[in-house]
């Protein structure tokens, strides 16, 4: 096994973005073509496409609808001011129990989230404990609540406190619990490798939208924290710490494969899971100046 990260796009997934396109303009989701144009241009819907390759495409579509919402819910907490979002995410932590109206892209957002969380909840994962999918919800929503109370009292977390943290806000473990096998052989303990990836991609994450968020002033991106305790040039020592991720990402994965062919396929599924957010970021417009600094998915 080398060092790079394999990846695989779905074949189904062009063929669907403009059922998905249509879909979130009908839902009023967006409020103007521009806003859409913009969703295209960054490859927004490719984006389960990458992290998902070999989902069927009725399973497929719900996934990109899913998340579409979920990326412009992150722009939505970033630039709506007349939301109360502590709330706002308060309600969506029980989406069975949600209660949303359609008269602000907010709440019709909310509406479709509730729904489609529920949608892939009853069909789509394939986990024997239903609960899983739930709490994984629940831990997100709480991730996104600690950010957003963090920007409205102007506080900067710490730098251990955002390493423990980030990884739930950023919703690495909502596509970890999608692909997720019904079973597999209980020696197959992935725990510790899904969490070096989850770090992995966020901290490549944040590595590629440090422009981004200098220009929102946002310390929730681990570089710029590190740029806070020392004068020092900080990417180096990024660079460092990403492949030493990736080589003990890789150990653990070939030692894990030799438990059984079942585990084999899971942990290949979690490195294509790794290999797919790289492939998808690469030269991607999201992270770039002007696209979704200042100038947002959603204005």
């Excluded at 479709?112 to 069909?123: A, C, K, T, V």
């Excluded at 609540?145 to 909502?174: A, F, M, T």
């Excluded at 197959?188 to 990836?197: F, G, N, R, S």
Aim: glycine share 4%; with cysteine; proline share 4%.
């Amino acid at each position: 096994m080398n060092n790079q990260f394999p990846s695989a796009f779905n074949p189904h997934c062009l063929a669907l973005e403009p059922e998905i396109l249509r879909w979130a303009w009908n839902a009023g989701l967006f409020e103007e073509v521009a806003e859409l144009e913009r969703c295209r241009l960054q490859r927004i819907n490719s984006f389960p496409g990458f992290l998902f390759p070999s989902l069927p495409s009725d399973k497929l579509a719900p996934v990109m609808k899913f998340f579409l919402c979920l990326f412009l819910l992150d722009d939505l907490l970033d630039v709506e001011l007349d939301v109360d979002k502590i709330s706002y995410l308060e309600k969506l932590s029980c989406p069975t129990d949600a209660e949303f109206g359609e008269l602000t892209r907010t709440e019709r957002l909310g509406k479709q989230l509730s729904s489609l969380h529920q949608d892939i909840g009853n069909r789509i994962i394939d986990t024997l404990d239903e609960s899983e999918w739930e709490e994984a919800w629940e831990v997100y929503i709480s991730g996104l609540q600690w950010e957003v109370k963090n920007k409205s009292e102007g506080k900067i977390p710490s730098l251990s406190e955002y390493r423990i943290s980030r990884p739930y806000s950023s919703g690495v473990y909502l596509a970890i619990q999608l692909l997720r096998p019904a079973q597999f052989d209980e020696s197959c303990m992935t725990l510790y490798l899904e969490m070096d990836i989850a770090r992995f991609i966020c901290l490549s994450n944040d590595l590629d939208s440090l422009e981004k968020e200098h220009d929102l002033n946002d310390f929730h991106n681990e570089v710029r924290l590190l740029q806070l305790t020392t004068e020092k040039d900080v990417l180096p020592w990024v660079a460092e710490e990403l492949n030493s991720l990736r080589l003990k990402i890789f150990e653990l994965a070939a030692m894990l494969s030799q438990n059984s062919e079942s585990c084999g396929k899971w942990v290949s599924s979690l490195l294509h899971l790794v290999g797919g957010c790289m492939a998808w970021a690469s030269g991607n417009l999201r992270y770039q100046n002007k696209v979704n600094g200042k100038s947002r998915l959603i204005q």
